[in-house]
């Protein structure tokens, strides 16, 4: 088990939201996660990092309990590891993952009553207010909405539900460059009200949200700490991500 | 005309009962991926519990009960069937397949066992046994009931699958039951009520094929579970307008081939799944990428 990687702690008792411990997943034989280790602060953008195939994802699904795992995962400061995906959804985990996940053959509206039944709650005009189009589109199934709309959807159904933390998987993978910064200051939004957890290659994305910055390599936390920092390092985010930063524009 | 007109009801009737095996089957395969091997002995135990019930009772009031028997009977043997069987083995799919076989070999052994292996007649009321004359031709009463109970059946699982918040997880859940579990839903409350919904309309199906036969046998379930599994396979797992289109399709080739030769019945049903694959498959492999 590696060490506890510490980031920046804001709950109003000081304590993480998130804290995983050893969490260690097999999937076919093959060991993805080999004890990770590493707390998520109780506000603002926790990016999670890396190269292709080094567990991100799957440390995700892993904590929403979609995959088996060893180790410990505290949400809350209470201990969540072994329950079943809904119990965990229910205490407050709202998961966003990377193929969007929308009910294609549901209409918008369906997807959206999915998650939350009652249409009477403000919690629907706030999400409506962030993204419109969604309104617009309610009686359209979700399979026939483009990419970025798909994705408005995902990140709509859970800010419907009343969430202490969000697990956001690459949001932005295959949007255009305008709907991909859509999309990133949605984000931004919504992380003024609720941490969130955000896996993503687009660096200029994590630049603009993140403010802590865990960065894994084959199923190990490798480095954690400020996102800014990492990413005005052009050595460090060469060596640890594999790319080569440009500066940001301005 | 009058044997076009014969054969098409008959053909639908037989449909009717492949629905009403089917569509369970259909959306407990599109929601959980189990493919129920044991669905037939559902069927089975309808027809014996309204058998019993009928003779029990007798006339009209007994047709009506013993039906009302096997839907709960049904329903009754498939909500523990998912909760003792299926349930502990959700994540061993081949240990399901062969614990659901097990199942469907042993519950028409256990009826044979303690009612013995020949048919056992209906009588059915004197009303159910005339004819109706349509076009010339004189088709069974029973016909019509097995064509109105399945028509009923389809609009109450569509609107059920299209108003209820069940159905709605259910749908939901066909496409991605992970995804609905990450909203906070207990999928495992939608599975038990899908083996359920499934075992009655398996239930009814069996006290209906036996009125329509005038007999139940141990065997009914499985001859018809034959059919309904490809019916599920033509009318696509998971959709229940699917399954009766692909229901009335195999009941009408198989009534109208059964016309030309004896024989041919059960072999049309084989070659038209053999042509659907075969185009499905054509049209996967020609897909430009």
């Known amino acids: 088990m590696s060490d506890p990687v510490p980031t920046r702690n804001a709950t109003a008792d000081g304590g993480p939201i998130l804290q995983l411990r050893g969490l260690r997943v097999?999937?076919?034989?093959?060991?993805?996660l080999h004890g990770v280790s590493f707390d998520v602060a109780a506000n603002g953008v926790t990016a999670l990092l890396g190269r292709n195939g080094v567990g991100k994802t799957t440390t995700l699904r892993a904590v929403m309990g979609l995959v088996p795992s060893g180790g410990s995962v505290r949400f809350g400061g209470t201990d969540i590891s072994g329950l079943a995906t809904h119990r965990i959804a229910r205490r407050g985990i709202g998961y966003v993952p990377e193929d969007r996940a929308v009910f294609a053959s549901l209409t918008v509206m369906e997807n959206l009553r999915l998650a939350q039944p009652d249409q009477g709650s403000d919690r629907w005009s706030h999400m409506f207010e962030l993204f419109p189009v969604l309104r617009e589109r309610s009686a359209q199934p979700a399979g026939t909405l483009s990419g970025g709309e798909q994705q408005m959807l995902a990140l709509g159904r859970v800010l419907l539900v009343d969430n202490r933390l969000l697990l956001v998987d690459e949001p932005t993978k295959g949007l255009a460059p305008r709907m991909?910064?859509?999309?990133?200051?949605?984000l931004t939004r919504i992380a003024e009200a609720v941490p969130v957890v955000l896996v993503e290659q687009n660096l200029a994305v994590v630049r603009h949200a993140a403010r802590d910055a865990v960065v894994l390599d084959t199923g190990r936390v490798v480095h954690a700490g400020d996102a800014a920092a990492l990413l005005a390092d052009a050595r460090l985010t060469n060596e640890l991500l594999g790319v080569a930063l440009k500066e940001p524009s301005r | 005309m009058t044997t076009v007109v014969l054969l098409t009801i008959t053909g639908l009737g037989v449909a009717a009962l492949y629905f009403l095996v089917a569509s369970g089957l259909s959306l407990i395969f599109g929601l959980m991926d189990v493919l129920n091997f044991a669905h037939g002995a559902f069927v089975t135990i309808g027809g014996y519990v309204g058998w019993s019930v009928a003779n029990a009772v007798g006339g009209t009031p007994g047709l009506v009960l013993s039906c009302v028997a096997a839907i709960a009977a049904g329903a009754g043997v498939a909500t523990l069937t998912e909760l003792v069987v299926i349930r502990p083995l959700y994540r061993r799919p081949l240990d399901q397949v062969l614990a659901t076989v097990g199942l469907g070999l042993a519950i028409p052994a256990a009826i044979q066992a303690?009612?013995?292996?020949?048919?056992?007649?209906?009588?059915?009321?004197?009303?159910?046994?005339?004819?109706?004359?349509?076009?010339?031709?004189?088709?069974?009463?029973i016909r019509f009931i097995l064509i109105v109970?399945?028509?009923?059946?389809?609009?109450?699982?569509?609107?059920?699958?299209?108003?209820?918040?069940a159905g709605l997880v259910v749908r939901a859940g066909v496409e991605n039951r992970d995804m609905v579990g990450a909203l906070g839903i207990d999928v495992r409350i939608a599975f038990t009520g899908m083996f359920a919904l499934g075992g009655a309309a398996a239930g009814l199906a069996g006290a209906l094929d036996g009125v329509y036969q005038g007999s139940v046998s141990p065997g009914d379930g499985t001859s018809l579970l034959i059919f309904a599994f490809v019916v599920v396979v033509l009318g696509r797992m998971g959709s229940i307008v699917g399954t009766a289109v692909a229901a009335a399709v195999v009941g009408l080739v198989q009534q109208f081939a059964n016309y030309v030769s004896a024989n041919l019945g059960s072999l049309s049903v084989v070659i038209l799944l053999a042509i659907v694959l075969l185009a499905r498959r054509r049209n996967l492999v020609g897909r430009p990428a």
């Open chain 2, 149 to 165: 109970v399945a028509i009923v059946v389809l609009i109450g699982l569509a609107t059920f699958l299209a108003r209820t918040r």
């Open chain 1, 180 to 186: 991909a910064t859509e999309v990133a200051v949605a």
């Open chain 1, 26 to 32: 097999t999937l076919g034989g093959s060991s993805i």
């Open chain 2, 114 to 141: 303690g009612w013995g292996g020949d048919a056992r007649t209906w009588n059915v009321p004197a009303w159910l046994s005339g004819t109706v004359t349509v076009a010339g031709a004189h088709i069974p009463a």
